[in-house]
């Protein structure tokens, strides 16, 4: 309803009409939602005439078709490969259409390779990003020098090194720090407070500043009821509690832990030293603040720290937060509608603005269930008699570098796909030790459940089966299993999946590992609706033949490709972090694994171990 003059002004943004909008997923509506008001505006035809990222370049023609909108211009697919100007120019030449001689480099390519290719073609010359709008980002270059300047642009890139566990990183933490030849203090996150703790220990606290975590704050006698207020989501009563423990304390280093974690900004503005803090620490800050730094993130933060945070809250909950009418017109109309959700449904919050709630309305709800985050969450699922919900898939928007060996740069672009996300592939060291695979089984909770629930097993405890598998190995000092069964492995140390993240008291011993870490499928359905991927597991997820790093097997699966590598990334995830308990890469140590599911580096043992004779060697390949 406002003026058009101003669309060429670029001020139609500031109209007093003006209303925040989103397509609606759901195909019965065949229109658009007013985020103020929820209101439903059906509509005939889109003309997308957004230009550049998330405009043209098949995003927005995919979530129209998604919706069952129709629209004019390209489809999803042409947008995507026109988007692509490298793709676009190899399918336009592939096909006999004369276009720009045109070259695709990376930031792993030498300026002297560069040079070479480039030496046939004719000043001047235009670089350009792979994916931008048509005229975003570009350079014209008339010298080689100009090119040189133009390639060492770098913003808000996340740089991925794939290095396998046990390779040394705190060694090269050390030497960036001690080099001292980077203009902005190095920050180092790393997934939890032991390892931090373990970090500082190496590096040495003159040499970096700690940012405390929760558990490194001394609270005798009160950490379980504050952790409680955290969990309510209730931060006000828990940041009250905290500085009441800080006043009983008297050591000045103490006394400094519960200044520096109540106000990190404060600190982290004004210091010009390294710094460490956990990746929770690191996903609470602001950018403004972050971007003081030169961020390094030890370990896969998007797999320990965001994809498998699954929050759950209770449907009686939610019932009684309507009832009592404590909450805003737009959010009781949300929880109605997540209500009114068909059993192993999902939806996406509509309201994408993160507000704060009242604390007082936490209080007068009298539940353990964490309101916040809950009303917080990018997307949720109905389940039995809850609602599960996974928190908004985000990182900070400034340059980063995460180094770990799980990483996968395609899952990075499924979920930051406006992110330059650049991958520099480390080769792969072998292992000092060794690593021994028994696939005959795939160990899941539900195999190892049927194995000792049959009728003719001749395991009918979990005991009796452990201490069967445990006997085609040597001398193993710890085990790995799932949680639910980790106490009964006869071993000393134990371990469950979802619990290892940067455990190195283990370094050099023998260890076994039973079981394929698969994650509820409510947790892979979740992630991938949250992508724009909806697969129901009632009618997908069965035994299917899958491919990973050129092995061929059966498992639990889905049909939908993007989803499959999201459920084998985090598998392979999770057993990766087993394995590297024992640092093979610089022990001569021995794990097994009993698991159809591929590791890096195995030498498969085909024999069914259930049946054959106890053998530690066995068929080996």
């Given at each position: 309803?406002?003026?058009?003059?101003?669309?060429?002004?670029?001020?139609?943004?500031?109209?007093?009409?003006?209303?925040?909008?989103?397509?609606?997923?759901?195909?019965?509506?065949?229109?658009?939602?007013?985020?103020?008001?929820?209101?439903?505006?059906?509509?005939?035809?889109?003309?997308?005439?957004?230009?550049?990222?998330?405009?043209?370049?098949?995003?927005?023609?995919?979530?129209?078709?998604?919706?069952?909108?129709?629209?004019?211009?390209?489809?999803?697919?042409?947008?995507?490969?026109?988007?692509?100007?490298?793709?676009?120019?190899?399918?336009?030449?592939?096909?006999?259409?004369?276009?720009?001689?045109?070259?695709?480099?990376?930031?792993?390519?030498?300026?002297?390779?560069?040079?070479?290719?480039?030496?046939?073609?004719?000043?001047?010359?235009?670089?350009?990003?792979?994916?931008?709008?048509?005229?975003?980002?570009?350079?014209?270059?008339?010298?080689?020098?100009?090119?040189?300047?133009?390639?060492?642009?770098?913003?808000?890139?996340?740089?991925?090194?794939?290095?396998?566990?046990?390779?040394?990183?705190?060694?090269?933490?050390?030497?960036?720090?001690?080099?001292?030849?980077?203009?902005k203090p190095l920050l180092i996150a790393v997934p939890t407070s032991d390892l931090k703790s373990e970090l500082i220990q190496r590096i040495g606290k003159e040499n970096i500043f700690d940012i405390p975590s929760f558990d490194d704050l001394p609270l005798i006698g009160r950490r379980f009821d504050i952790q409680q207020y955290y969990n309510q989501g209730d931060f006000e009563k828990?940041?009250?509690?905290?500085?009441?423990?800080?006043?009983?304390?008297?050591?000045?280093?103490?006394?400094?832990?519960?200044?520096?974690?109540?106000?990190?900004?404060?600190?982290?503005?004004?210091?010009?030293?390294?710094?460490?803090?956990?990746?929770?620490?690191?996903?609470?800050?602001?950018?403004?603040?972050?971007?003081?730094?030169?961020?390094?993130?030890?370990?896969?933060?998007?797999?320990?720290?965001?994809?498998?945070?699954?929050?759950?809250?209770?449907?009686?909950?939610?019932?009684?937060?309507?009832?009592?009418?404590?909450?805003?017109?737009?959010?009781?109309?949300?929880?109605?509608?997540?209500?009114?959700?068909?059993?192993?449904?999902?939806?996406?919050?509509?309201?994408?603005?993160?507000?704060?709630?009242?604390?007082?309305?936490?209080?007068?709800?009298?539940?353990?269930?964490?309101?916040?985050?809950?009303?917080?969450?990018?997307?949720?699922?109905?389940?039995?008699?809850?609602?599960?919900?996974?928190?908004?898939?985000?990182?900070?928007?400034?340059?980063?570098?995460?180094?770990?060996?799980?990483?996968?740069?395609?899952?990075?672009?499924?979920?930051?796909?406006?992110?330059?996300?650049?991958?520099?592939?480390?080769?792969?060291?072998?292992?000092?030790?060794?690593?021994?695979?028994?696939?005959?089984?795939?160990?899941?909770?539900?195999?190892?459940?049927?194995?000792?629930?049959?009728?003719?097993?001749?395991?009918?405890?979990?005991?009796?089966?452990?201490?069967?598998?445990?006997?085609?190995?040597?001398?193993?000092?710890?085990?790995?299993?799932?949680?639910?069964?980790?106490?009964?492995?006869?071993?000393?140390?134990?371990?469950?999946?979802?619990?290892?993240?940067?455990?190195?008291?283990?370094?050099?011993?023998?260890?076994?590992?039973?079981?394929?870490?698969?994650?509820?499928?409510?947790?892979?359905?979740?992630?991938?609706?949250?992508?724009?991927?909806?697969?129901?597991?009632?009618?997908?997820?069965?035994?299917?033949?899958?491919?990973?790093?050129?092995?061929?097997?059966?498992?639990?699966?889905?049909?939908?490709?993007?989803?499959?590598?999201?459920?084998?990334?985090?598998?392979?995830?999770?057993?990766?972090?087993?394995?590297?308990?024992?640092?093979?890469?610089?022990?001569?140590?021995?794990?097994?694994?009993?698991?159809?599911?591929?590791?890096?580096?195995?030498?498969?043992?085909?024999?069914?171990?259930?049946?054959?004779?106890?053998?530690?060697?066995?068929?080996?390949?």
């Amino acid at each position: 309803n406002g003026d058009v003059n101003n669309i060429e002004k670029d001020e139609w943004l500031n109209e007093k009409d003006t209303k925040r909008i989103t397509i609606s997923t759901n195909r019965s509506d065949h229109g658009i939602i007013v985020l103020e008001t929820n209101e439903i505006i059906q509509i005939d035809v889109a003309f997308p005439v957004l230009h550049g990222q998330n405009g043209e370049d098949g995003r927005l023609q995919g979530l129209l078709e998604l919706a069952e909108i129709k629209y004019v211009g390209c489809d999803m697919t042409s947008s995507a490969i026109c988007m692509d100007k490298y793709l676009a120019h190899e399918i336009v030449s592939s096909n006999g259409y004369l276009s720009p001689i045109s070259y695709l480099f990376n930031e792993k390519d030498s300026y002297e390779m560069i040079e070479n290719k480039i030496r046939n073609l004719h000043f001047p010359l235009f670089v350009k990003p792979l994916k931008a709008g048509s005229s975003f980002g570009i350079t014209k270059i008339k010298t080689i020098s100009e090119l040189k300047e133009a390639l060492k642009s770098k913003k808000d890139q996340i740089h991925l090194i794939s290095g396998q566990t046990g390779i040394g990183k705190t060694s090269l933490y050390i030497d960036a720090i001690n080099s001292r030849k980077y203009k902005k203090p190095l920050l180092i996150a790393v997934p939890t407070s032991d390892l931090k703790s373990e970090l500082i220990q190496r590096i040495g606290k003159e040499n970096i500043f700690d940012i405390p975590s929760f558990d490194d704050l001394p609270l005798i006698g009160r950490r379980f009821d504050i952790q409680q207020y955290y969990n309510q989501g209730d931060f006000e009563k828990a940041r009250q509690c905290i500085i009441e423990c800080a006043r009983d304390v008297c050591e000045p280093e103490e006394l400094n832990k519960f200044r520096v974690y109540l106000n990190p900004q404060i600190y982290l503005e004004q210091t010009s030293s390294c710094v460490i803090m956990t990746h929770a620490r690191l996903l609470s800050l602001p950018d403004k603040i972050l971007k003081r730094f030169e961020i390094i993130i030890d370990e896969d933060i998007l797999y320990n720290s965001i994809l498998v945070r699954v929050g759950s809250i209770k449907i009686s909950t939610l019932k009684k937060i309507l009832e009592k009418n404590y909450l805003s017109y737009a959010k009781r109309e949300m929880i109605q509608d997540l209500l009114a959700l068909k059993e192993k449904k999902c939806c996406i919050n509509r309201d994408y603005i993160p507000n704060e709630i009242d604390t007082r309305i936490i209080k007068r709800c009298k539940t353990n269930d964490n309101i916040a985050e809950f009303l917080k969450a990018g997307c949720y699922m109905k389940l039995d008699d809850c609602i599960k919900y996974l928190p908004p898939i985000k990182l900070p928007k400034c340059k980063m570098i995460i180094l770990s060996a799980t990483l996968d740069q395609t899952i990075y672009e499924i979920f930051f796909p406006t992110r330059n996300i650049i991958y520099h592939e480390v080769k792969q060291a072998a292992y000092t030790g060794n690593l021994i695979q028994y696939p005959a089984y795939s160990m899941s909770r539900t195999a190892i459940k049927n194995i000792v629930l049959d009728e003719n097993s001749d395991y009918p405890t979990l005991s009796m089966l452990f201490e069967k598998i445990i006997s085609h190995t040597n001398n193993v000092v710890y085990g790995i299993t799932f949680k639910r069964y980790e106490e009964a492995l006869p071993l000393g140390y134990t371990l469950h999946f979802g619990n290892l993240t940067g455990t190195d008291y283990l370094s050099g011993k023998n260890g076994i590992i039973i079981g394929t870490s698969h994650f509820p499928t409510y947790l892979y359905e979740l992630i991938a609706y949250s992508v724009g991927i909806s697969e129901k597991s009632k009618n997908s997820y069965k035994n299917r033949q899958v491919s990973y790093k050129g092995y061929d097997f059966i498992m639990m699966s889905y049909k939908n490709k993007i989803l499959q590598k999201i459920q084998l990334y985090l598998i392979s995830s999770e057993l990766e972090q087993a394995v590297g308990r024992s640092r093979l890469l610089r022990t001569n140590s021995t794990v097994y694994v009993f698991s159809n599911f591929p590791c890096n580096q195995a030498t498969f043992c085909n024999i069914d171990y259930l049946k054959d004779a106890d053998d530690p060697e066995g068929n080996i390949d």
